[in-house]
């Protein structure tokens, strides 16, 4: 039985939403009859027949917008955008993220500067752009992506660890600051997720630790998760449906783990 969570008419940005994690979170709003702005980089033929496709799936409206997530002025031309196609901004999903695995002596400096420019300013420059928008309309609800490495920490990871923990940080603040507008600000905090960018890590884990790739799987990858199962999409898409409805109004500031276990222990 479907569930009604609604938010059918409201208009939702989510970033990093050309594949992955955040190309499901954007299917789940749409079908919910959200009309959703879709942001991320990748083949333009493929974006659009993405975009179209939901679209036609889904009689929700589907916007593109290609901000560069390491570029202020881009990132608050997305949430201009978003006002200007719909007339408003209900939902904010930061989501984009990059990741490099490597000892911290061989961490290329360059590298760094990415991972905090994608993952933790651009869900600064989003929701400083976004909040008058929904502090106006007495409404709204920011969901970040974090991730379990926002909550525990693993080698090799020193970038992804440092910014996924600033977004939790920056969540709690701005979910206290906002507690009375009606404006709420959570992080969903995902074990590991079988996407192309996990799969990447897994051959970076394997070249780092000199082991192979079916070892970094059950050793490394699922080692710290109790459950020894990958996070599904639909796992993290019925959370975000529930924080994003009314049902979700007294959930704020909240690091929500989605992980099989891993940071219980």
Request: aromatic content about 6%.
């Amino acid at each position: 039985m479907a569930i009604d969570y609604g938010i059918s008419g409201h208009v939702a940005v989510v970033t990093g939403s050309t594949s992955g994690i955040g190309q499901a979170l954007a299917a789940a709003l749409a079908e919910q009859g959200v009309n959703v702005i879709l942001n991320g980089f990748g083949d333009p033929a493929k974006i659009e027949a993405d975009r179209r496709d939901l679209q036609a799936r889904t009689n929700a409206a589907i916007r593109y917008h290609g901000a560069d997530m390491t570029k202020p002025d881009e990132i608050a031309d997305l949430i201009d955008y978003a006002v200007r196609e719909f007339g408003r901004l209900d939902i904010l999903v930061n989501n984009a993220g990059v990741q490099h695995v490597a000892p911290i002596e061989d961490f290329p400096p360059e590298k760094w500067d990415a991972l905090m420019a994608i993952i933790l300013s651009s869900t600064f420059h989003t929701t400083r752009a976004a909040v008058p928008i929904m502090k106006a309309q007495g409404r709204g609800r920011i969901v970040n992506v974090a991730s379990a490495h926002g909550l525990v920490a693993s080698p090799f990871k020193s970038a992804y660890v440092a910014a996924k923990f600033g977004v939790v940080g920056f969540t709690k603040a701005i979910g206290v600051e906002l507690a009375r507008t009606g404006v709420t600000c959570n992080a969903i905090c995902p074990g590991y997720v079988k996407t192309s960018l996990v799969e990447a890590q897994i051959g970076d884990q394997a070249r780092s630790r000199g082991i192979p790739e079916d070892r970094v799987v059950e050793e490394v990858i699922l080692a710290a998760q109790p459950n020894k199962t990958f996070v599904e999409y639909d796992h993290l898409a019925g959370l975000l449906l529930y924080l994003v409805s009314d049902m979700g109004a007294s959930a704020t500031g909240a690091a929500l783990s989605v992980d099989g276990g891993w940071t219980a222990t």
